[in-house]
């Protein structure tokens, strides 16, 4: 992406803070400090991304960047949304274990943290594709009846309807502490850069 042209050409250091639909490093490093924090640990864990594999740049660094843990991953998305061949190779290369699937009810019970994002109405040729998915995976309280009692839920925001205000007081609900942690996260990224730390 531009990210990585920009830090060829470039004396001085580049963040990759998110290039279009490609990835989004710092906030893959967030959601990681994030799982660490909310989970004890991030070896061990059965974790689903959810919703828009496809175009979610968020949801391609996270995959990368848990590959390099022992986790399960479970790629949940409507068959035209799937997570990009390169990244799904890459993962077997690493040998991640992962299973993609259709319904988020069918391996709710199993995982530790959900990590959902958004349809991205902008990435769709028509309106007509967007409408036909952008509902596929809304997260409600009767789905999390079937969740285990330490289930974190996570979401880079902003959102839409996959996930509705009434989860946010909902103990599952952690995006806000990520949210959180983003600030303090990107602060030490620079703090490295300029040597502070």
Do not use: C, W
């Not at 990244?87 to 699937?101: A, H, M, P, W």
């Amino acid at each position: 992406g531009s990210a990585k042209i920009a830090a060829e050409v470039s004396d001085v250091p580049v963040i990759n803070a998110g290039d279009g639909s490609n990835e989004h490093p710092t906030q893959a490093f967030l959601d990681l400090y994030t799982i660490l924090k909310e989970k004890g640990r991030i070896d061990g864990l059965n974790i689903a991304l959810v919703g828009d594999l496809k175009h979610a740049r968020t949801m391609h660094s996270l995959a990368y960047a848990l590959s390099n843990f022992k986790v399960k991953l479970y790629l949940v998305s409507p068959e035209v949304l799937r997570m990009p061949k390169e990244i799904t190779d890459y993962l077997r290369e690493k040998g991640i274990e992962f299973k993609e699937v259709n319904e988020l009810s069918s391996v709710i019970s199993d995982i530790d943290v959900l990590y959902t994002v958004r349809v991205q109405k902008e990435r769709f040729p028509s309106i007509e594709e967007y409408e036909k998915v952008k509902g596929s995976y809304i997260i409600t309280p009767k789905l999390l009846n079937k969740a285990k009692s330490d289930l974190i839920i996570l979401h880079p925001l902003p959102r839409t309807i996959e996930l509705p205000t009434e989860i946010d007081k909902l103990p599952y609900a952690k995006y806000f502490n990520q949210v959180k942690n983003g600030v303090y996260v990107r602060a030490a990224l620079l703090a490295l850069i300029f040597d502070a730390l």
